[in-house]
């Protein structure tokens, strides 16, 4: 089972980056599919989700509004659009994956909002 991270980097306050997780080893279509982050000095805590059945999504109340979800079940890949990131959404991006009692993790991209 694989989770690959990609697309984080730095970027200005008002900027916009787009993260995305391959998924590998998984029927990818069955698991829901979430994007965490952790600040420094801070837990680990869920940004977005969008579900297996139906896709629907939910999203942290930090980033209503400016971060969007998607996923392509046909190439396994899950996405994270940021828009009007602001410097608290510095940190390191995982992408989670779940079914169940049966959760993967990624190995996190490091995204830094500064000027």
């Known amino acids: 089972v694989q989770l690959v991270e990609s697309g984080g980097g730095l970027v200005q306050p008002g900027g916009s980056l787009t993260l995305s997780c391959a998924a590998s080893?998984?029927?990818?279509?069955?698991?829901?599919m979430s994007w965490f982050r952790q600040r420094p000095g801070q837990e680990r805590d869920m940004v977005a989700i969008?579900?297996?059945?139906?896709?629907?999504?939910a999203y942290a109340a930090s980033v209503q509004g400016r971060f969007t979800i998607s996923r392509d079940n046909a190439k396994n890949t899950v996405s994270l659009q940021m828009n009007s990131l602001k410097a608290e959404d510095t940190a390191v991006y995982y992408c989670?994956?779940?079914?169940?009692?049966?959760?993967?993790w990624g190995q996190g991209t490091q995204v830094t909002v500064s000027s």
């Open positions: 080893g998984f029927t990818f279509s069955t698991f829901d």
């Open positions: 989670h994956a779940r079914r169940l009692g049966t959760f993967y």
């Open positions: 969008i579900h297996s059945a139906g896709g629907s999504t």
